[in-house]
Every structure is written in C-alpha cells, then in structure tokens.
C-alpha cells in the first residue's frame, strides 16, 4: 500500500527551517518540474487516461514548490483505487513498485523531488514506460465503471498554509 509519511524539522530559525528529509535505502533522485498545470503522463490522442508503473523502483515523492494530486491504482489492494494530494514541504508520499499512477500539478506549477529504491535490475525502460489505460482491460473496466478513488491528504481550504518556497 502508498503511504504519506512526515519528515523531521530539526531546526527553525527566524526565516529559515531545516529538515531531515532522508528516505532509507534511497539511490536515485528525480527531480520533476510542471511548468503550470500538466498531468504527467498527459492522456492519450482518444483522451484515455495514460500512467506510469515502476516494477522495479519505489518512489517517494515530496513536493519542494507547488503541490500535486496524485491517481494511484494497484489492483493488490483491498480497495484499488486511490487519490492523493501532495503538498509543498509537506510530507512524503510513498508509491510501491506495480503502482499505476499519474499525477496532475497546481495551476501555478510544481516541482517535486523523487528519492526512488530503484532494484539494481531497473533500467530506464523498464521503469518508465506510459500504459495506455484503453489498453489494460482490467484499468479500463475500472475507470469505466465510476468507482470513486478514496481521497488522502486533502485538508479543507481554511487549514491551508502556503509554505515557503523552496530555495
């Protein structure tokens, strides 16, 4: 299963804060930057929802500036299909490798940090391929058939605090 998990401030000055943002067994950085409100990976000519699926790679995703929803489906689970949001400095989201999943940025952008598990055996290909949903029966069906995602990490409009950008 995903999970979102907090990371430690270990200092706060007036102005500036400083975090341990570590992940264990982390050997890859991704840094991914939406300039605006792209969906990564975009949908298909038809309109077909696309994803990604690491089978090899963990991901853990924190948002630096900006915040992200992300769709994640993984038919192992009790209930298959989630959303969650990423916040800016906010927490950790962890997708486990077999994971579908998409992501779509705030109007204004964003950039995310990925400190991935990558498999000694993960490759480039391998690991980031898009997967049509019109051509996966079983995602299609579920897309399909109006089964809501659970929603995670969303906070109602007035809990809301910008974070400082990331410098």
Request: proline share 8%.
């Amino acid at each position: 299963m995903f999970a979102l998990y907090s990371f430690e401030k270990f200092r706060d000055t007036p102005s500036v804060q400083f975090f341990d943002i570590t992940v264990p067994h982390s050997n890859a950085r991704d840094l991914v930057f939406h300039n605006g409100p792209a969906i990564s990976p975009h949908s298909s000519k038809t309109g077909d929802w696309q994803f990604y699926l690491h089978p090899r790679q963990e991901d853990n995703l924190l948002a630096l500036s900006g915040g992200r929803i992300f769709y994640l489906v993984n038919f192992n689970w009790d209930y298959p299909f989630h959303r969650v949001r990423l916040e800016q400095n906010a927490r950790i989201l962890r997708i486990p490798p077999g994971t579908f999943h998409r992501s779509e940025s705030d109007p204004q952008g964003s950039l995310v940090i990925n400190q991935a598990v990558r498999q000694t055996s993960a490759t480039v290909h391998s690991e980031f391929r898009v997967y049509n949903s019109a051509e996966i029966p079983k995602l299609k069906t579920l897309l399909a058939s109006g089964l809501p995602p659970i929603d995670h990490g969303f906070l109602p409009k007035e809990e809301l605090v910008q974070a400082p950008i990331a410098a």
